[in-house]
């Protein structure tokens, strides 16, 4: 586009190709990574750019179309940048236990982290077909809250802000686990990058103390 408007971007990787192995192959991650995540920020800037030249020629697109087609290439690019950051390669303190706010907030909510875990495990396995499992906290409440997300479709709560996903579509882990996923899902636990996960617990709790002090009623 030469209209000085903002296009996406596919964002690179923070650790490398090789580096979440043997949880997730160098080969799927660049499957997954250079392939489907690209075709989404391809598909979404074509889509701004018939949007644009649509405005500049007076011409009246199918916007029922055109705007799920966004919404859905968008919301793939999103959430996967949201997934590549919160995982961390195990030789570099990915997995484990998370602590900060973050694990005061689902000791809090769920009784324990192992908890929490077995609910988040169980709700990426039971996704049907294409979507994604999701950690959010839900600014109405102050809790965190665990949702599905079906294929890249976030038309959640606006309050809601999301802190850890994991994909769960077939292109997410076939090359490695083929229709075994929940293996995929059991090691996903190996990668988890806490840190990002209670950063972006911290970016939404700001200066408000501790999870229990910033708890509120809806």
């Known amino acids: 586009m030469t209209d000085g408007k903002g296009t996406y971007s596919l964002p690179a990787l923070p650790y490398g190709y090789g580096e979440l192995a043997p949880y997730i192959s160098e080969q799927l991650l660049k499957v997954h990574h250079d392939g489907h995540h690209q075709k989404y920020v391809n598909q979404a800037n074509a889509l701004l750019e018939k949007l644009d030249k649509a405005r500049a020629d007076g011409t009246m697109l199918n916007m029922k179309c055109e705007a799920q087609a966004l919404a859905f290439n968008v919301g793939g690019h999103f959430l996967h940048k949201l997934y590549w950051e919160n995982m961390r390669p195990a030789s570099s ?126």
């Open 93 to 218: 303190g990915g997995g484990g236990k998370p602590g900060g706010r973050i694990a005061d907030a689902l000791n809090k909510e769920f009784g324990s982290f192992e908890r929490f875990q077995k609910e988040f495990t169980e709700l990426a396995n039971s996704v049907e077909s294409s979507g994604w499992a999701t950690l959010v906290w839900c600014t109405q409440t102050m809790r965190p809250l665990l949702v599905q997300v079906k294929d890249h479709d976030l038309y959640v709560i606006p309050g809601f802000k999301v802190l850890m996903v994991m994909d769960v579509w077939e292109h997410a882990y076939y090359l490695d686990y083929k229709n075994e996923k929940t293996k995929y899902t059991s090691n996903f636990w190996n990668i988890v990058n806490w840190d990002m996960v209670d950063k972006r617990l911290e970016k939404v709790l700001g200066g408000k103390g501790t999870v229990a002090q910033a708890g509120g009623s809806p």
